[in-house]
Every structure is written in structure tokens, then in C-alpha cells.
């Protein structure tokens, strides 16, 4: 070999060394272990990804609580439709019934009522506003959940449907999803977190150290009373 050749099969080496090195810990950190020493705080209840009931259709809903009758007065069909909302906030079917509108339904647009129904037993108020319509159409209204009504099993089950829509091969997958032991049927203000968290494992991985980590996430309502995680 000429000795102006050598110095370049020398660095060659070196590059291709280094590459190798690197290779070699990446692999490392490929071969991820079962989860151990994980720190942080444990919570009592497995949740088994994507299984668990399915999210409760608008056509369920109405099959539950069927329309009101000829003859019925617009607080019989509003109280049909807190029904079925209610129903759906919840995302779990149990007895539904309806409680009563305070005062007369209102007339004019931005005018409120509140209204109650019951699910499995708990009070659930709304608010109810008239909103502006078009003449010769029918009154409308928006309705606003003052009060979220929630299941554990549905919430367990909103989890499990929320870590399988995770990467499952990604650093952020989850592993071991658990959540809180929630009461059979609770309640908690749209648009704030309920108290309870749900969580799964994140990984960390430095040359084939690895660490492990609960991740806790809140168990939030939006503004309309459905469970997020977000």
C-alpha cells in the first residue's frame, strides 16, 4: 500500500468503526425488556386496550328512551331529548326518567330554563337556551350539560379505546394500562378534571439503560360532559 493511500484507508476505518458503534447501541435500545422498577405510583385497576364496550351510538340512545307521543307538550319532547343526551354523555345504558323543566320553556332568543333528568338515580340538570330562528321554522335550542354523569365502566372502556388508537411500537406506547377504582356511577363539572387519572408505562433508553415510568393522565370532561384524556 503507497503511503499517500493509507492515511484515507485509515479514516475509512475509524467512520466505519464508529458507525458500528453506534449500530450497536441503537439495537441495544431496540431489544426493550418487560417493564421493571417502574417509578411512580401504581394505579389499582388493569385495562385491557381496545377492549371493553363500544362508544354508545345516537341510534342506541334513541331505542332507549323512544319519542314522545301525539298530543305530547314541548317539555315532554325536550325531556325525550335531555334523555338521550344524558345517555350519551354517560356513554353507558342505564334507567334514564325525566325530571322537570323549572318555569315555562323560553320564547325569545338568549332566554334559559333548566331543566333535570335522571340517570341510574342522578339528578342531571341542564341549561336549555332558545336560540334565533328563522321565521316559519321550528323554536330551537342548544342544551349544556351543568353537571357530567359518568360510569366506571365506561370510562375504563373510553380508555382501553383510547391507548389501542396509540402507536404500538412507538416510545410513547402504551404498556400496562391502568386506571383509577372509580365509583360505579359518579358525577363531575363539564370542561375540568374529575379527580381520578388513568396511566400506562413510557420508556426511556440511554445505550441500552432502560427506564420506566407511570404515566398519569387526568380524567377530564369537555365542555359538553364527555370523558377525554387529552
Not at 503507497?2 to 475509512?12: C, D, G, I, K, N
Not at 370542561?191 to 445505550?207: K, V
Request: proline letters at 10%; hydrophobic letters at 35%.
Amino acid at each position: 500500500m503507497s503511503r499517500a493511500l493509507a492515511p484515507t484507508v485509515a479514516a475509512v476505518t475509524a467512520v466505519v468503526t464508529l458507525l458500528s458503534g453506534c449500530t450497536d447501541t441503537s439495537h441495544r435500545c431496540d431489544d426493550r425488556p418487560e417493564p421493571s422498577d417502574v417509578s411512580g405510583r401504581r394505579r389499582p385497576v388493569a385495562i385491557r386496550p381496545g377492549g371493553g364496550i363500544p362508544a354508545l351510538t345516537t341510534a342506541a340512545a334513541a331505542r332507549a328512551v323512544p319519542a314522545a307521543g301525539p298530543g305530547a307538550t314541548g317539555t315532554d319532547r325536550l325531556l325525550v331529548r335531555l334523555q338521550r343526551e344524558t345517555l350519551l354523555m354517560a356513554d353507558d345504558l342505564r334507567p334514564v326518567r325525566p325530571g322537570r323543566c323549572t318555569g315555562t320553556l323560553p320564547t325569545r332568543a338568549g332566554a334559559t330554563a333548566r331543566c333535570t333528568v335522571f340517570y341510574a338515580d342522578v339528578e342531571v340538570p341542564w341549561k336549555v337556551e332558545r336560540t334565533g330562528t328563522p321565521r316559519g321554522t321550528r323554536p330551537r335550542s342548544t342544551t349544556t350539560p351543568l353537571t357530567g354523569v359518568h360510569t366506571a365502566r365506561a370510562v375504563y372502556a373510553a380508555y382501553a379505546r383510547h391507548v389501542a388508537r396509540s402507536d404500538a411500537d412507538g416510545p410513547l406506547a402504551p404498556r400496562d394500562p391502568r386506571c383509577d377504582r372509580l365509583p360505579d356511577v359518579f358525577t363531575a363539572p363539564p370542561g375540568e378534571n374529575t379527580g381520578y387519572f388513568c396511566q400506562d408505562i413510557l420508556w426511556s433508553c440511554r445505550s441500552g439503560d432502560f427506564d420506566f415510568t407511570w404515566n398519569d393522565l387526568p380524567v377530564r370532561t369537555d365542555d359538553h360532559g364527555k370523558v377525554t384524556f387529552e
